[in-house]
């Protein structure tokens, strides 16, 4: 039987930032203790090498000591893809690191809530930036890295089911931002075919996080927002970071070689409402 993981995984937490700046990212509440437990130690657990990058150093060691726990070899490259010098920076620090680069997972978005009127351009340049630029720096920056040294390789981005559904609170730009993650995922999922390249996408709602932490309480505020929200989801829930795991183990394994150009909604039912 073939290993269903192998090789070096890097993973992107471009937008981790503290708690008390947290409010502007992560529409779907997943900033770095989330993506610890949902994305790093599953990987970290399943065998492969794991690469942490992102501006945060301190919150990268956290997630890199949880994956030593399991057993996973880490490095930590505290820089953002915010350059295409920092994009190939990172991908030769973990070809340095561990030989090659096998799958490649952006965890990051950022979402600055404005209704279209009152929002600055430059606040709209800034999410389009961080969600779109970078997701496509980054995987061109690893997809050369794959093709050169063949083998094929998986590339996971971050959607978000408002890519797919609008919002009446101020979403324009990061509904247009995690759209156009969606073109860039089917684009690049024709166009990696033939070098054995898949290119899927996360498309998360709603997640348990510091963040969100408050939709989970038991007050008139947060019962009254979850049980709204709620109404929308066929599971009946929210979502606990472990719902994450699977459908990430799955895209950056082995069981989804024939899958590609694909969107992967983990929320409940949600979209499909």
Not at 178 to 195: M, N, P, Q
Request: with cysteine.
């Amino acid at each position: 039987m073939h290993k269903l993981f192998c090789g070096c995984v890097l993973l992107l937490f471009s937008c981790v930032t503290p708690l008390a700046q947290a409010q502007q990212a992560h529409d779907d509440g997943i900033p770095a203790a989330a993506w610890k437990r949902s994305i790093g130690e599953p990987l970290a657990g399943a065998g492969t090498n794991v690469v942490l990058s992102a501006s945060n150093a301190a919150e990268l060691q956290k997630v890199a000591d949880a994956c030593k726990e399991l057993g996973g070899k880490t490095e930590i490259v505290a820089k953002r893809p915010s350059s295409e010098a920092n994009c190939d920076d990172i991908v030769k620090a973990a070809v340095d690191r561990f030989g090659r680069l096998d799958i490649l997972v952006v965890a990051s978005g950022l979402n600055k809530v404005s209704k279209i009127v009152d929002q600055p351009a430059a606040d709209f340049l800034e999410i389009i930036d961080a969600n779109v630029t970078q997701s496509w720096l980054m995987a061109r920056a690893a997809g050369r890295q794959m093709i050169k040294q063949s083998g094929g390789g998986k590339v996971i981005l971050m959607s978000s089911a408002r890519g797919l559904l609008g919002h009446p609170a101020g979403y324009t730009a990061y509904c247009a931002s995690k759209s156009a993650v969606d073109g860039i995922t089917k684009a690049l999922g024709c166009e990696w075919g033939d070098a054995g390249i898949t290119v899927n996408a996360l498309g998360p709602t709603v997640f348990r996080s510091p963040l969100t932490q408050w939709m989970f309480e038991d007050n008139e505020r947060a019962n009254t927002v979850r049980k709204g929200f709620i109404t929308r989801v066929p599971k009946g829930r929210l979502g606990e970071p472990s719902d994450l795991a699977g459908p990430l183990l799955f895209l950056a394994s082995k069981a989804s070689d024939f899958y590609t150009g694909h969107i992967l909604y983990a929320d409940g039912g949600y979209t499909a409402g």
